[in-house]
């Protein structure tokens, strides 16, 4: 009797063992899991900084042809969003500039961009988000273009643009599909554009959408922004940022499209080609695309 007694109180203590060592490894995963998800939420910052140099030089015994230049490029891509099980707040600043040199003639630049991004999303059901969004871009530097002289004929450089001049400033109210960082579209059908530019600009016509004599064009209508960022090969990643709006005032069949994409082939930690490539369709401002292509090798610094 005493050793049934024994044998049935040492069984009766494994089997409570492992019930009790199973709820310890579920608790466990479950701790894990908790954790895991608690280190996902909060501020998540990182960015990338680029500083790219071309140049080409030719003596003057050179028979193929050719002119000496030299090129410089700098961009900053920085990213700080906040996560929680039902919020999420998306902001996007980048900033670049560029200069190009030829032998003999002015300095012009080459690139100028300033924008600012910023989508705030509350949990709807799945990968859907109710959201509003808030994007500002506009140049930092004076942009000239070529024209004749009406008196001497020569070719002369008139501005046409300088900081906040143009400025464009969006924001609506929508629906953002997110599946992850890298991967999301916002649907805003409500969307209020403004175009901002001194009245210097429209004292003689109209400039940039914004009638003469004026120094701003409101437009309302709808916006679609798209980003997707993937891995090519291993070292090489593609970003793309598409963004397209219909003014429902004025011409809603004409779409207004601005398309990025910046390619990143790393070498090392440091050192990495770039290719940066940009399209603009706005028959605001001229009805043709706008195209925009920078490649060169550089300095790459994450953070």
Do not use: C
């Amino acid at each position: 009797m005493k050793k049934l007694f024994l044998i049935v109180s040492f069984i009766s203590l494994s089997v409570f063992s492992q019930k009790t060592e199973g709820e310890l490894i579920n608790t466990t995963s479950a701790a894990e899991k908790k954790s895991k998800d608690t280190i996902n939420m909060g501020w998540k910052r990182g960015g990338n900084f680029v500083l790219l140099f071309n140049q080409s030089a030719f003596n003057n015994e050179w028979l193929g042809g050719g002119t000496s230049n030299i090129a410089g490029n700098a961009g900053l891509n920085y990213d700080f969003n906040y996560k929680t099980p039902e919020l999420i707040w998306d902001n996007k600043f980048i900033a670049a500039y560029g200069i190009n040199k030829l032998k003999g003639q002015e300095t012009t630049k080459s690139d100028d961009r300033l924008e600012f991004t910023s989508l705030i999303g509350k949990k709807a059901k799945g990968y859907w988000f109710y959201s509003g969004f808030l994007n500002f871009k506009t140049q930092m530097d004076a942009g000239f273009v070529k024209a004749a002289d009406p008196v001497t004929s020569e070719i002369i450089f008139i501005k046409n643009s300088h900081f906040f001049s143009p400025a464009y400033l969006q924001a609506g109210p929508g629906m953002l599909w997110k599946k992850n960082d890298n991967l999301k579209v916002n649907i805003a059908p409500a969307t209020s554009r403004l175009i901002y530019v001194h009245k210097h600009f429209t004292e003689f016509g109209s400039a940039f959408g914004v009638e003469q004599g004026k120094s701003s064009r409101f437009e309302f209508g709808a916006a679609l922004n798209g980003y997707y960022k993937f891995n090519i090969m291993e070292n090489v990643s593609m970003e793309n940022i598409l963004n397209l709006y219909s003014n429902y005032l004025e011409n809603p069949q004409n779409v207004d499209i601005d398309y990025q994409m910046n390619l990143v082939m790393k070498i090392n930690k440091y050192i990495s080609t770039n290719i940066a490539f940009q399209a603009i369709y706005d028959d605001n401002a001229i009805g043709a695309f706008q195209i925009r292509e920078v490649f060169g090798l550089g300095f790459n610094y994450g953070f």
